[in-house]
């Protein structure tokens, strides 16, 4: 019996991977495609380790770090929807899909997306002003405030040290800035190659 195809996208936050993810899922389509968003394993807040900026040495929640994901509960469901061989395709998205070395050796194809750190920075911005399903999550306030202060003093060298690395394990590295049709269809067909 075959056990699933794995497909692992990653890349920094905002650089357009949750976007990838969606749009390769509704191209593959049908019912036995499962797209996982490890968004979804985030620990609550309280849980969160704390880390202070190298600079301005601010203590902030350390949302870009492997433990601040439920990782091991991951890699159980991950083994179980193997085991279980439900899907035949299974698209797992996130921070650290790469970093894992337990995830990404489970993986058929590992895909990169690659952004510029300010068009990122940008995207995170405009993210929690208006929010990807409405309202945004954040007042202006806050958003100008701590939210920027977090990304200058913390987020984006957590990244350049821990996220931005694992492309080099990358089959593929798409292109977030200006993503196209086309990268998506030669994914795609090169992914039902694999399958036949």
């Known amino acids: 019996m075959k056990t699933p195809y794995i497909i692992g ?12 993810a969606k749009n390769l899922y509704e191209l593959l389509g049908g019912e036995k495609v499962l797209l996982i968003n490890m968004d979804s394993y985030f620990l609550p807040e309280v849980e969160l380790p704390r880390a202070k ?6 203590e902030y929640p350390d949302y870009n770090q492997p433990i601040s994901q439920d ?3 991951l890699k159980q469901d991950l083994n179980k929807l193997i085991t279980t061989n439900e899907h035949k395709i299974i698209i797992i998205e996130g921070l650290w899909t790469l ?11 590992k895909l990169f997306v690659d952004c510029l750190p ?26 100008f405030g701590k939210m920027s202060d977090m990304y200058l003093d913390l987020v984006r060298y957590r990244q350049a ?7 080099w394990h990358a089959d593929f590295i798409i292109n977030g800035s200006n993503p196209s049709r086309k990268s998506l269809k030669i994914i795609t067909n090169h992914i039902k190659g694999e399958l036949l």
């Open 9 to 20: 996208i990653t890349g920094c936050a905002a650089s357009g991977k949750s976007t990838f």
């Open 53 to 58: 900026a190298p600079i301005t040495e601010v």
């Open 71 to 73: 990782l091991p509960k």
């Open 99 to 109: 970093y894992d070395e337990h995830i990404r050796n489970l993986l058929h194809l």
């Open 118 to 143: 300010d068009e990122r920075a940008i995207r995170r911005l405009k993210r929690y002003h208006t929010g990807v399903n409405g309202p945004g999550i954040y007042p202006v306030d806050e958003i």
């Open 161 to 167: 040290e821990l996220i931005e690395p694992t492309k």
